[in-house]
């Protein structure tokens, strides 16, 4: 048995190496969801996953993973990978045509993965409520009525969207165009804005109406008037990540003055997911002493799959207890992880999030995958499975048709 182990870790050290870190994973893991304000795991909401993404976990994983990198941590990931892998295909013994074709491929790779990311159609996970009194929400989402929403991205498109993952509405905040269509299935789509003013994206949540944008442009003063004219329409005024807080950071007590209803703490565009806990905790203090709401933003236009928060909103409810942010772990890391180090530390996170369902299809794939490229083949021919039924003879033993032993 201890001969069949180290004939297994010699000839599959990179199998080996990743079921020990799937394992590793489940020893210092993360909950798959947790309260953004709180950080505690809320026990009346779980996020499930149809089959089909868990019989996939390895590919539904990783491709979710992928699109909760920040801007910065997505950059280094896939340039460090891409480095990496050519290197490696570059390294490996053969003509020189064939190292330079190996060297190619890993980047190529690299590149496939990441449009696969925000175009492959695939299964999503859910957020389920244990309390049917409760709507989950997103304050903040595109159509292609944006003009960087993808291209063919409807509002039909993003109803089902967020259905998939387990919203039962969504407001639609098209970059200063106003949503009034009345759609209510698969869940009804909500009227808003997103009106882009002095430095700053400003949701407007509710019956909005068209605004002449040059009045509320040049400096902070102006910009801050907008509110009372969208209180006016009778709309709410939520900040927008990342510019309240790249551009209006010494001025959030004069948001406030204005009448500022609400706060972004969660985003999920590259751009803002890097927000970091500090500066969160910060927003989330403000937040509390003045009653304002906090919310997240799916902020999707069209082209990643999956959302990285939900809103859970209390019916009737008002200010900072009115809404419950929840999102992942991982993507509340993307602020505080440096930027250098996320070739490694984004697949780490990942593992730590992992489920036991989706940690067993992951060490299935592993063992399949390595039984498969231990089929014996004659000289010559590539690895199939179907060699697998030439060469073991009946009477034959494994060992004897040069099997190697699988613990
Ligand atoms: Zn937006």
Not at 70 to 78: D, E, K, M, T
Not at 119 to 139: F, G, K
Not at 247 to 268: K, M, P, Q, T, Y
Request: charged residues 15%; glycine residues 10%.
């Amino acid at each position: 048995m201890r001969i069949l182990g180290v004939n297994f870790a010699r000839r599959h050290p990179l199998a080996l190496a990743l079921a020990g870190v799937v394992l590793a994973g489940a020893l210092w893991s993360h909950p798959t969801i947790v309260d953004a304000v709180t950080g505690a795991v809320p026990g009346d909401t779980e996020l499930t996953r149809p089959l089909l993404y868990t019989v996939l976990a390895p590919l539904s994983n990783v491709l979710d993973a992928l699109t909760f990198l920040s801007l910065g941590r997505a950059q280094a990931a896939l340039a460090v990978w891409a480095f990496a892998l050519g290197a490696i295909g570059a390294a490996r013994r053969g003509t020189p045509r064939l190292r330079v074709g190996r060297a190619l491929l890993g980047p190529i790779g690299i590149l496939a993965v990441a449009s696969a990311t925000v175009a492959l159609p695939r299964p999503v996970p859910r957020l389920a409520v244990s309390d049917s009194s409760v709507t989950v929400l997103n304050y903040h989402a595109h159509t292609n009525a944006s003009h960087d929403g993808r291209k063919g991205w409807t509002a039909e498109d993003l109803g089902e969207w967020h259905a998939a993952q387990g919203f039962s509405a969504s407001y639609v905040t098209d970059h200063n165009v106003v949503f009034t269509r009345r759609l209510e299935r698969p869940i009804p789509l909500l009227p808003g804005a997103e009106w882009s003013v002095y430095r700053q994206h400003i949701i407007a949540l509710g019956p909005v109406r068209e605004i002449d944008r040059e009045r509320y442009q040049g400096d902070t003063p102006r910009m801050l008037g907008l509110f009372a004219e969208l209180h006016r329409q009778g709309t709410l005024v939520i900040a927008s990540l990342p510019e309240y807080w790249r551009n209006h950071r010494e001025s959030l007590d004069a948001f406030v003055a204005a009448g500022v209803d609400g706060f972004e703490i969660v985003n999920c565009a590259p751009k803002a997911i890097g927000f970091a806990a500090p500066d969160r905790r910060d927003v989330i203090g403000l937040a509390a002493r003045h009653d304002l709401l906090v919310t997240g933003a799916s902020d999707n236009h069209g082209w990643g799959k999956v959302t990285c928060v939900w809103n859970v909103s209390v019916p009737g409810g008002h200010g900072f207890r009115a809404n419950r942010v929840i999102t992942r772990p991982i993507v509340l890391a993307q602020g505080d992880a440096p930027a250098w180090s996320a070739a490694v530390t984004q697949p780490w996170l990942m593992f730590r999030s992992l489920s036991w369902s989706e940690r067993v299809s992951w060490l299935t794939w592993i063992l399949v995958l390595s039984i498969y490229r231990s089929v014996p083949r004659r000289q010559g021919q590539r690895a199939g499975l179907g060699i697998l039924a030439r060469s073991i003879t009946p009477g034959e033993s494994p060992r004897a048709a040069g099997r190697p032993g699988v613990p």
